[in-house]
């Protein structure tokens, strides 16, 4: 069975600080990983994705996120936030055929000024 | 572009009505999904179809069926709505390129009183 675990549901962070939003999944195959991002009152946009190819994963808008297998992570950071970047944040998990994804809770990110 | 569309975008309804909630999509796509979106407990899977008249349930399908005639529309039927099932539901669709990505409709809001 697959899971994911987002292991803070706030994070506050000054502007122009570092961004760490945190992620443990539990896969029995070789999992797919997304991180999706959600601006209040607007829709899902997919952040980044790791597939299987390199373990460090560059998305959009200067966030990364790295695959540690051995941690069964994929934790996302930014090095330096924006006021731009305050939005909720999901993990997702999928299995290798894309039949199903699974998410986490959620990670409500806020930047301060 | 991908079309995900969602008939309703906000709807009240009264405890113990029939709601119906239609999915459709220009993407030809054999896999279709319905999700409820909940503060603090993210994106949860009510049922999925990987094709016409194929489904399977998710993770929470308790109160609610489907329906998939054609392979464009999806419906999300609650027989008998309760309290507990406003919601956001959203549908998605995966990337026909098998990317992974998945692309939502604009979601429906349902309150049930």
């Known amino acids: 069975a697959q899971s994911v675990t987002q292991l803070d549901s706030h994070v506050s962070v000054s502007e122009g600080t570092p961004v760490l939003l945190r992620c443990n999944y539990s896969?029995?195959?070789?999992?797919?990983l997304f991180w999706y991002v959600q601006h209040p009152n607007k829709g899902l946009q997919l952040l980044l994705k790791?597939?299987?190819?390199?373990?460090l994963v560059k998305g959009i808008n200067g966030f990364e996120a790295e695959f540690k297998k051995s941690e069964t992570s994929f934790h996302l950071t930014k090095p330096s936030a924006h006021m731009s970047d305050a939005a909720e944040y999901f993990c997702?998990?999928?299995?290798?055929?894309?039949?199903?994804?699974?998410f986490g809770s959620g990670t409500k990110l806020n930047v301060k000024p | 572009d991908v079309k995900v569309t969602q008939s309703s975008r906000y709807l009240v309804k009264r405890t113990g009505e029939k709601v119906f909630l239609e999915c459709v999509q220009d993407?030809?796509?054999?896999?279709m999904f319905w999700y409820r979106q909940d503060p603090g407990l993210g994106l949860r899977l009510i049922y999925f179809?990987?094709?016409?008249?194929?489904?399977e349930k998710g993770d929470i399908p308790e109160g609610y069926s489907v329906s998939r005639e054609k392979k464009e529309r999806f419906s999300l039927i609650l027989e008998s709505a309760s309290t507990n099932q406003t919601s956001m539901y959203l549908c998605?669709?995966?990337?026909?390129?098998?990317?992974?990505?998945?692309?939502f409709g604009e979601g429906s809001r349902l309150t049930v009183l």
């Open positions: 997702v998990v999928s299995e290798a055929n894309f039949n199903k994804f699974y």
């Open positions: 896969s029995s195959y070789s999992p797919s």
């Open positions: 790791y597939t299987s190819a390199a373990t």
């Open positions: 993407m030809d796509h054999e896999n």
């Open positions: 179809s990987y094709d016409v008249k194929m489904k």
């Open positions: 998605a669709i995966p990337d026909r390129g098998r990317t992974g990505e998945l692309f």
